[in-house]
């Protein structure tokens, strides 16, 4: 009976101390999807938000490095909501020059369909400044290049 009773008592410590696997939203499960197939492994989902466009935001100097490095024009999505997705990841071409960091994503969708995001190295020992690149890892000057 006592052995009975001390392996309850490990499984139910084992049991609680798994932990349910994060449920992902559609856009944060679009979002994972799209990285995966860039070739990039999501290590945490950071956060699962939106931004409604708004006119001020296309000239707003907190805005203007990040739809610098856009396919897209945030102009045409004017008044629409923008899911943003923001995840950890590992396998990203910024790993390369920021020293096997991770890296942050951030992938933003319209209805569901992904249309642009950025990225930037994450480095949990120091505060990291500069400019952010796109999803991919290019510079602003790769990405209105076109290279």
Partial sequence: MRTMLDSLMCLTIILTGCKEAEQLSGNASAASVYLEDLGY???SMIKDDAIIIQEDYL???GYEQIWRVQSFSPASYLGEEIAVV???VDNH????ISNEKTTLVSVYL???EVIG??????DPAEAL????YSIDGRTVE??????
């Fill in 110 to 112: 319209n209805k569901g």
């Fill in 93 to 96: 071409p910024l790993e390369e």
């Fill in 142 to 147: 790769e990405v209105q290049g076109g290279n």
């Fill in 86 to 88: 923001e995840f950890e």
């Fill in 117 to 122: 995001g950025w990225s930037f190295p994450k």
């Fill in 129 to 132: 400044v500069g400019s952010v």
């Fill in 59 to 61: 000239t707003d100097p």
């Fill in 41 to 43: 492994d999501p290590v």
